[in-house]
């Protein structure tokens, strides 16, 4: 009988090693040094890369722009400051650029910072779009190749020069982040996407990353080598929620965050009633639309399931159908404005509102439809001129729950038209797949209708926005309607080239109002950012634009350097970089040079960089050890479980 | 062979008043567990419930038909409140009693099925075919179907297309009944297949096969009948999890908003942030009714096993 | 312990490992679409042709897909990640697997030692006041899922009484005096997740040892044991407890599906960055080599576990060695 106690003993034992092993691993996490001020950032979207040629969400955007300078900075009033350049001047031709880099600026390793690296960026971009490679996904490439850039060459480490196929300013808003060519000059054109640029980044921005746990967190430390600002904050942490936002918020209500971007309307409201939170609703670069299938031919075994969709009468009409007032307070609860072009009301110097905007009247929508040519029948169906009763699919991806919604007003809204709505949520990549033509894919079948979905642009420029309604889209799949409409690609081509901004609004102006009466969209709403932030720890929070937009995640980190400790004692304040006064004007600019802040002395990083997963051998023998240690809980599992266990069922057969 | 084969009526009034007596007597058996009839009650509620929702609330609420302001606590006019879009609670909870009650009823339906005949099959034929089948089993046993069902979601979706009906019902619903038949089936195979073999040893199976009945016969006519009694305590025990294996399915997201189950309800009420913003009634009730019938269902199995196995009565 | 015992079970193993890596490999091309879909909209499509050849999609599937599948399974090489860019699908579990395990493991065993002792204690007293209300609420929480249980704890003790935080593993950017401080903020983030996963495996621990003991005390050498004059403590555990200690497979592999389930929904709940969350990622951004390697790394743990279960009964139990 003294099996029993040396069985529980060695339980016991087996118990006590278990807890010891599993419990090691909170020795490995990264220690603090004492008392760094860091700014603590929650955000929704989770980054795929940290890659900068790979970034194309928001929060990828604000990684690369903390890391990075951009050549030329953005001021809050969204005017060219400072950034890996310190002045520029424009030809009297307006065909040639030339930036001064600043002397002795440095990268965040020590190595010296000059317009090599610069031209090196700028060419490497170029070349490589010459010779058909995508860098990576091809998003910030592309501010590069559409600035209208001939050539880039840097005479010597402290000046830059830029000659332009026209007059252009568009060299002075590339949202694009300039690398050191120490560190990336071995990378080949063709896999650059593939480097991970694994933490601690180099670069000549404000912070550097120095610790990425992918689907958590991002650290940031403060580059000792920074010429700018010295902002507050010595690190700087944004934490990811994806599908967690109510973890989010809470993590904010109890002092977890020190800011937090897009909350949901309900719990915004709540947030802005707190005391020491300042929250802000500004207007966004996105909206949300319903979508038709306009492709304008026939495919065989495929496309809309009826003509009508091609006709601009049809989708004229079904505007007065849909209450985007409705949608914008039953589905957003106010945040954010009606829907009306495709340049939301952000982009104040390019939007224009339409002339005689659509109405919500179902009985007017009904009468345009009988005088364009589809009328009911005696089933009370709304038949198109082929004499079929229209049945149409309606498409939304299903990771945004406010697309459903949307999918169940606009249903019912046709259903009083006598057209009769399918709806169906499916996954992104299906949705993508379905949305493409035979240009693109010879197999593509494009079998779809309507569908809700939703663009969101750049903070600087419409462009990406303007290029869905192009031709040229169908065939690189960059759009989702598939329409095609000449006078829209020449005047893209006019506002592309336009020399000065005045000239660049009124080609646009003329787009805007072409969409719009030709509707391959319906813009549903204009969205809203929806910023938090507490105001006892940091202070002096600017906005971009002044007084309607929101501190963070705009264009540039000029913000991040701005911010002051709300507790300390009152210093001088650090300037704020004036913008220049000078307005977009036609004819060479010059910038007034800025006024140098304090010079930065050398600092002690505040945190100590944790190692990055360098090598897949050692993810491998972790994830061993790891399995090691699963399978023994498991078993201790299940032997317990066996051990609880009668005889209760039928006595097991042995095999 | 002679007073039998005469009178060839009385054979089968005996066997049908034998059948009433033992119906009754079971009955009473049940009836005396308190736990029992708990369980059955519940059951019945949820079941009239789910028959006629219509009926008792009105039609499904949606986007449009919302009766209410966004996340209303529980007044007088909506018992249970409203959810972010204005519907009344009650209404989506009662509705997404039909949802939830029809999968688990489909998905169940699907196992048994599977699991009845691989082990109706494997317990009476044996040998070469008996040791692959098991083998088959074992396997799915081992296999984390949670993991596997979300897998197998997207791949079953594309199969069937996303478009499709299926027996009036929506394709993602259609996809969640599937995966939880495919993936769930093994362990009811287990247990009916020992049950089978021990039947197979029993007398008046080997006078059947004396008398020259094909296997499929056998296993129709006498297997079968006698596994009866477990199958039917394994259904409904199959139930309870198929029920909740769907709300942990819909609360991951595999749900269908235009059709809500009780899983989908507390999937909206999660992704909405009810818990923070103190909304408590959004996901109470579709919680409350999720406990409840697996609870009742659990109860009613367990009564079941205990009430038609044999063994159960000798300790009393 | 019988080396043939040992051999057919390893075997055994070995087999089952196999067909799931065959249907891990099905699966995966199984699965819609190719895996360009999951990144941003508008991919250019040189850019999607890169792909297609790195992930080795635009080969045929027998032989060369396979072969080359089973090879870098067996090498340890699970793929990459298609929403990372560039990091390996075994960086990623690996990074992601300790909070799971201790979150796991340690609600596992104070989920077993209450839960036997609370199943056979109420089995034991069977029938009284305390049979009747530990009973009655081990089934209520057998009957709910793990995340109401989670939610419930969330809503009561962290947003209504602000005891514990409300999720994530440690507070980022927080600055620890000294290892036990930080060894503090690591358990009270743990606390409820960890009290929520306890709760659930205890209802189900609770259970089966209750209606074992019931089982088992029904049986006759009990009665003989009793009617010998012995206490009823003597009695318990030396002739009631020992015998229960005996396999019914049937049963523990129902238990098993539904606590991973559970385990994955509990995470979710708090933000417990570990597999369950993975998971949940991966499916929203249809991310199918990690989908697939967490389903690979489970079945595998699970194949493996029963094996050593099976050994331990073979020096447990001599009547097992077959």
């Known amino acids: 009988m003294r099996t029993p106690v040396r069985h529980r003993f060695v339980r016991l034992l087996a118990a006590l090693g278990l807890t010891g092993v599993l419990l090691l691993p909170t020795l490995a996490l990264p220690a603090r040094a004492a008392n760094p001020l860091v700014l603590r950032v929650g955000t929704l979207q989770s980054p795929d890369s940290i890659n900068p040629w790979n970034a194309s969400l928001v929060v990828e955007y604000e990684i690369f722009q903390l890391n990075y300078d951009l050549l030329v900075g953005f001021g809050d009033d969204l005017q060219p400051t400072p950034g890996f350049a310190e002045s520029w001047t424009q030809s009297s031709d307006g065909l040639t650029w030339t930036f001064k880099i600043r002397d002795g600026m440095k990268w965040s390793d020590g190595q010296p910072a000059t317009s090599e690296d610069a031209r090196w960026t700028i060419a490497f971009a170029l070349n490589s779009k010459k010779a058909g490679t995508t860098l990576g996904l091809g998003y910030i490439q592309d501010y590069f190749v559409d600035a209208g850039i001939d050539s880039v060459v840097a005479p010597d480490p402290q000046t830059l020069t830029i000659h332009t196929k026209y007059p252009t300013e568009r060299v002075l808003s590339m949202d694009a982040p300039i690398l050191p060519k120490h560190v990336w000059e071995k990378k080949s054109a063709a896999t650059v996407g593939d480097f991970t640029n694994p933490a601690p980044i180099v670069g000549t921005g404000p912070y550097q990353a120095v610790e990425w746990k992918t689907g958590q967190y991002i650290r940031f430390a403060r580059n000792p080598n920074y010429w700018g600002n010295r902002g507050a904050a010595d690190e700087v942490d944004i934490r990811f929620f994806p599908d967690a936002q109510d973890t989010m918020v809470q993590a904010f209500k109890r002092g977890e965050l020190d800011y937090i971007r897009n909350p949901s309307a309900q719990q915004f409201d709540q947030l802005k009633a707190l005391p020491g939170v300042t929250a802000v609703e500004a207007p966004a670069t996105g909206f949300t639309e319903l979508g038709f299938n306009t492709y304008a031919k026939d495919i065989p075994g495929g496309g809309a399931s009826t003509k009508a969709l091609r006709d601009p009468a049809f989708r004229d009409a079904l505007g007065y159908a849909i209450d985007k007032q409705a949608i914008l307070d039953k589905v957003y609860h106010g945040k954010g404005t009606v829907g009306t072009t495709m340049v939301p009301p952000y982009y104040v110097q390019y939007h224009v509102d339409p002339t005689s905007p659509r109405t919500f009247d179902i009985n007017l929508a009904g009468q345009k439809l009988e005088a364009a040519g589809y009328v009911l029948n005696g089933n009370g169906q709304r038949l198109d001129k082929d004499g079929k009763p229209l049945n149409l699919r309606l498409y939304f991806p299903n990771d945004e729950p406010s697309y459903a919604t949307d999918a169940q007003f606009i249903a019912d809204w046709f259903s009083k038209l006598g057209i009769k709505i399918k709806s169906q949520g499916m996954d992104t990549g299906a949705l993508t797949d379905i949305q493409t033509a035979p240009e693109y894919d010879p197999k593509a079948k494009a079998n779809y209708d309507l569908y809700i979905w939703g663009w969101a642009g750049d903070n600087n420029d419409p462009n990406t926005l303007l290029k869905i309604f192009l031709t040229s889209s169908i065939a690189s799949a960059g759009t989702d309607s598939l329409y095609s409409n000449p006078q829209y690609d020449s005047l893209f081509k006019q506002q592309n080239e336009a020399p000065t901004a005045d000239a660049r609004k009124a080609s646009m102006a003329e787009m805007q109002q072409l969409i719009y009466d030709q509707a391959p969209y319906h813009i549903l709403v204009n969205d809203s950012e929806l910023h938090v932030w507490r105001t006892d720890k940091f202070a002096n929070w600017q906005q971009m634009p002044p007084g309607t937009g929101t501190p963070l995640f705009v264009m540039g980190a000029l913000n991040y350097t701005l911010l002051t400790d709300a507790t300390a004692a009152p210093t001088p304040a650090a300037p704020a970089t004036p913008a220049a006064s000078a307005a977009a004007s036609a004819g060479p600019a010059t910038v007034a040079p800025v006024t140098t802040p304090t010079p930065v002395t050398t600092p002690t990083p505040a945190a100590t960089p944790a190692p990055a997963p360098a090598d897949s051998s050692s993810g491998g023998t972790l994830l061993l050890l790891g399995a090691i240690v699963l399978v023994a809980i498991i078993a201790v599992g299940l032997v317990a479980w066996r051990g609880a266990a009668s005889r209760r069922r039928k006595k097991e057969d042995e095999e | ?316 | 312990m019988g080396g043939r015992y040992l051999a057919r079970k390893l075997l055994q193993a070995i087999i089952t490992i196999a067909f799931i890596i065959l249907l891990n490999f099905l699966l995966f091309r199984l699965m819609p679409g190719s895996p360009d879909r999951v990144l941003a909209r508008n991919l250019p499509l040189d850019v999607r042709q890169v792909l297609l050849e790195r992930w080795g999609l635009d080969r045929p599937v027998f032989p060369d897909q396979f072969v080359a599948y089973v090879g870098a399974t067996l090498q340890g090489d699970l793929g990459e990640s298609f929403k990372f860019q560039g990091v390996s699908v075994t960086d990623v579990l690996a990074e992601r697997i300790w909070p799971t395990l201790v979150l796991f493991g340690l609600g596992e065993m104070i989920a077993i030692v209450i839960g036997l002792a609370l199943g056979a204690y109420s089995g034991w007293k069977r029938g009284g006041p305390v049979d009747y209300v530990g009973n009655g609420i081990s089934l209520v929480l057998y009957s709910m899922p793990y995340f109401v249980i989670g939610m419930i704890l969330l809503i009561v003790f962290s947003g209504g009484l602000g005891w514990f935080p409300t999720s994530g593993m440690l507070e980022m950017g927080a600055t620890y005096g000294s290892f036990v401080d930080q060894l503090l903020d690591f358990l009270s983030h743990l606390a409820l997740p960890l009290t929520t996963v306890a709760i659930g495996l205890i209802g189900q621990y609770s259970i089966l040892m209750r209606a074992s003991i019931i089982e088992t005390l029904g049986e006759d050498y009990i009665t003989t044991a009793r009617a010998k004059g012995l206490t009823e403590g003597y009695v318990l555990r030396r002739h009631a407890l020992p015998n229960a200690m005996l396999p019914a497979v049937t049963l523990v592999a129902i238990n098993l599906g539904y606590v991973i389930a559970g385990a994955i929904t509990v995470e979710l709940v708090f933000g417990w960055p570990g597999l369950g969350t993975l998971t949940v990622e991966a499916l929203n951004s249809r991310d199918y080599p990690v989908l697939q390697g967490v389903f690979l790394l489970l079945s595998i743990s699970v194949v493996l576990a029963n094996l050593a279960a099976d050994l331990v009964y073979g020096l447990l139990d001599p009547r097992v060695r077959t």
Do not use: K
């Open chain 2, 1 to 316: 062979m002679t007073a039998a084969s005469v009178s060839s009526a009385d054979p089968r009034r005996q066997r049908f008043r034998l059948r009433i007596r033992s119906a009754r007597d079971f009955a009473g058996r049940f009836a005396r567990r308190p736990d029992a009839v708990i369980g059955l009650a519940i059951l019945v509620v949820f079941c009239i419930l789910a028959l006629i929702p219509s009926l008792l609330v009105g039609p499904l609420e949606t986007a449009t038909t919302a009766s209410g302001s966004a996340l209303q606590a529980p007044d007088a006019i909506h018992v249970l409140g409203t959810d972010d879009l204005g519907r009344d609670i009650l209404n989506l909870t009662i509705h997404g009693t039909r949802i939830s009650m029809m999968i688990g009823l489909l998905a169940t339906l699907v196992t048994i099925v599977i699991g009845t005949s691989f082990g109706i099959i494997a317990g009476y034929v044996g040998g070469a075919v008996d040791a692959i089948l098991m083998r088959i089993t074992d396997f799915f046993l081992v296999l984390p179907t949670f993991v596997l069902a979300l897998i197998l979601a997207p791949i079953v979706l594309d199969l069937i297309g996303s478009d499709a009906l299926v027996f009036g019902i929506r394709a993602n619903l259609f996809v969640t009944v599937i995966v939880i038949g495919v993936t769930s089936w093994a362990s009811t195979a287990r247990i009916i297949r020992s049950q089978a073999l021990s039947v197979r040893e029993r007398m008046f199976v080997d006078r059947a096969r004396v008398i020259g009945g094909s296997r499929l016969h056998i296993m129709r006519r006498h297997i079968l009948p006698n596994v009866v009694n477990l199958i039917v305590a394994n259904t409904v025990l199959t139930f309870a999890g198929a029920v909740l294996t769907e709300t942990t399915l819909a609360f991951v997201g595999l749900g269908d908003p235009f059709d809500p189950s009780w899983g989908q309800i507390l999937n909206a009420a999660e992704s909405r942030g009810a818990p923070g913003l103190g909304a408590w009634w959004f996901f109470a009730p579709p919680a409350a009714c999720v406990v409840f019938v697996v609870l009742a269902f659990t109860l009613v199995g367990g009564a079941l096993d205990d009430v038609l196995n044999p063994r159960a009565r000798l300790r009393r």
